[in-house]
């Protein structure tokens, strides 16, 4: 079988870079790479935003009903909220909710260019947002029937969000922000019954309390996957490598990817996924997509047993791929799992679910 080209669901970011400015706008943005319309995903929104010295990412603004999630994977920007500068480092998460009527900006006050990682929910036509600070902006937006125009009244701080204004700076994060590695877990991730150690999770969307979108930042070992190869009927997924380098498994194929790659697996399509890392380093990667449905199903090619023990949840009318060579076992695992199992995929995958077991027999 011969190795199907680079699927076009990979996108590396700076593929995608273009001026984040609308026409006319008279400001410079800096330049945004919209992945997710790259890669044909629509249920939500994922960007790299490249803020140059002396820019800022948008005026400051505040909006109704969407949950927005930034997380700083280079430079120092500053995070302006509420008339107030706060500065950011690598790894700094920022989670803003939906409704509560903060203005917020991010600025780049620094010599370096700062790069940020965006992920919010699809903008809706019947979002709203306001534009405190900029009575033009605001004007647009009541034309276009888009200004809040209940929003919370905010008592806002003596910075007027533009690039090298420096007053009203705080030393002290808002209690919303926190650095992932704040957050991850000691423990690595397991499926149930299963001796197969994943990822280590930073839960970046239940610390912010989302209630519409998921995220993790993840760290993956050496030798490790993210996830049993699977397809999901109902909820579109994505991975963003932050640092390291993984190979991402489809369909029984796998394509390498690094630092800036972004994949995304769009609902329904049934093409079956994992993310592996055959690497001597750790990888850094961003998961994420919408909350967990209850009605949503899963099929897991590899695993029969585990379809049936989740009842409900196995999507049995899936699509059936052509599935290529690849077993969907990390290299250093597949090592672990006997001779004997490796003949097939599956039972190679349910070997490696009970290693445990067969160390013991």
């Known amino acids: 079988m011969k190795q ?66 930034a997380c700083v994977l280079e430079g120092t920007p500053d995070l302006w909220a509420d008339g107030y500068l706060h500065p950011l480092q690598e790894g700094h998460g920022i989670p803003l909710k939906a409704g509560t009527g903060l203005v917020h900006s991010l600025i780049n006050n620094a010599n370096l260019d700062a790069r940020v990682f965006v992920f919010t929910e699809a903008f809706r036509r019947n979002s709203r947002a306001v534009h405190p600070l900029e009575p033009q902006l605001k004007e647009q937006l009541a034309k276009s029937g888009m200004l809040w125009e209940d929003a919370p009244l905010r008592r806002l701080g003596p910075n007027d969000g533009t690039p090298g204004m420096l007053s009203g700076r705080k030393r002290k994060l808002p209690d919303f922000v926190a650095h992932w590695g704040d957050l991850l877990e000691a423990k690595a991730g397991r499926y149930p019954n299963s001796d197969e150690d994943q990822t280590l999770s930073a839960r970046v969307a239940d610390h912010a309390r989302f209630s519409r979108i998921a995220m993790r930042v993840q760290v993956l070992k050496p030798g490790r996957r993210t996830s049993w190869p699977h397809a999901e009927r109902d909820e ?25 790659d972004f994949i995304g697996w769009k609902n329904g399509t049934g093409i079956t996924h994992a993310i592996l890392n055959n690497s001597n380093d750790d990888a850094v990667i961003i998961v994420g997509g919408e909350r967990s449905r209850y009605c949503n199903q899963y099929w897991y090619p590899f695993h029969p047993s585990y379809n049936k023990e989740i009842g409900k949840a196995y999507w049995s009318d899936h699509p059936v791929p052509r599935l290529g060579p690849h077993d969907g076992l990390p290299d250093r695992l597949r090592e672990k799992v006997p001779a004997r199992l490796r003949r097939s995929a599956v039972s190679a995958n349910e070997a490696a679910r009970n290693l445990g077991k067969l160390r013991k027999q």
């Open 236 to 260: 579109s997924e994505f991975v963003y490598v932050v640092a390291g380098k993984v190979d991402a498994w489809n369909d029984g194929w796998i394509t390498p990817m690094g630092e800036g």
């Open 4 to 69: 199907p080209p680079k699927p076009s669901f990979i996108k590396n970011w700076r593929e995608t870079e273009a001026p984040a400015a609308p026409p006319n706008a008279g400001e410079d943005f800096g330049f945004a790479s919209e992945l997710t319309a790259a890669t044909g995903i629509s249920h939500f929104r994922v960007a790299h935003l490249r803020i140059p010295s002396g820019t800022r990412a948008y005026p400051p603004l505040a909006m109704d009903d969407l949950e927005i999630f």
